[in-house]
């Protein structure tokens, strides 16, 4: 089972619940139609997913993630909605444990940049989607982010997470490379785009700065740096603080680009 850098941290999952259609899956939009059914792979604390439900309504909606623990709150989250065709289960990308050609969407949200082999995850993508239908992936490229101002303290940030994810297989530029690994797996049809999360607001810099800067004194990614000797827990409150400074800036902005594919399968 691929290691998930990140982890389930407090720090992590304000980034994760904070996801929508809009915010990071406006992509796909236009292909949902009600009464389809659709695959949300890593679907984590499911708040895409919800949506996805309430838009292919009464269309089947599954969502599945490695991790056991992070489903509760899909769930929890889905009954709050009151959402009746949507469902969860633990299933590893590399092997979904569904029969081919079951779903029309097959959607993956920051997944494959954390895996081994992307390619072989979208291939498994590919094999549970119904001929015609969309494969759809969108990741970060972590190359492609940027901020002002640019405190001293965050100039380790990037450096100590690339360590961390290729230490653990990843990839932090995996939204450059979707065309090529979906070329691989075998897709021929490939629309590629890319799109950016924007903060510039008091209070989106406050969040921003607590998910991310926070996350590198106080997650998996924290933890694993020092056990890696990437960083000492002096270098990353030195981060931290880097973070701090800038999301106390007046004229503070960030973006993080990502890249998008849609995939006929």
């Known amino acids: 089972m691929p290691v998930y850098t990140h982890g389930h941290h407090p720090t992590v999952l304000s980034s994760h619940t904070w996801r929508t259609i809009d915010n990071s899956a406006a992509y796909l939009a236009g292909h949902l139609r009600p009464g389809s059914t659709l695959l949300d792979v890593g679907c984590g604390p499911g708040t895409i997913t919800a949506e996805f439900?309430?838009?292919?309504?009464?269309?089947?909606?599954?969502?599945?993630?490695?991790?056991?623990?992070?489903?509760?709150?899909?769930?929890?989250?889905?009954?709050?909605?009151?959402l009746r065709n949507i469902e969860f289960a633990v299933a590893d990308v590399h092997d979904l444990g569904f029969p081919d050609d079951t779903f029309d969407v097959v959607h993956a949200h920051q997944v494959l940049q954390h895996i081994p082999d992307p390619v072989r995850a979208l291939s498994e993508m590919r094999r549970v989607c119904k001929p015609g239908g969309i494969v759809a992936a969108r990741e970060a490229d972590f190359g492609g982010f940027t901020?002002?101002?640019?405190?001293?303290?965050m100039d380790e940030w990037l450096p100590v997470y690339y360590r961390v994810a290729r230490g653990n297989g990843g990839e932090p530029e995996a939204g450059?490379?979707?065309?090529?690994?979906?070329?691989?797996?075998?897709?021929?049809?490939?629309?590629?785009?890319s799109t950016v999360w924007a903060f510039a607001t008091p209070e989106e810099r406050a969040w921003w700065s607590g998910t991310?800067?926070?996350?590198?004194?106080h997650s998996n990614v924290a933890d694993q740096a020092v056990a890696k000797g990437h960083a000492t827990r002096d270098d990353l409150e030195r981060i931290h603080r880097g973070w701090q400074e800038w999301a106390a800036a007046p004229d503070g902005v960030f973006t993080a680009q990502n890249g998008e594919i849609l995939c006929r399968a």
């Open 53 to 82: 439900a309430e838009r292919l309504a009464p269309g089947r909606v599954v969502g599945v993630d490695a991790a056991e623990g992070v489903l509760a709150r899909a769930r929890a989250h889905a009954a709050e909605r009151d």
């Open 176 to 193: 450059r490379r979707l065309v090529s690994w979906a070329r691989e797996a075998g897709f021929t049809d490939v629309t590629y785009t």
């Open 147 to 153: 901020w002002y101002p640019q405190p001293p303290g």
């Open 212 to 217: 991310w800067g926070g996350r590198m004194v």
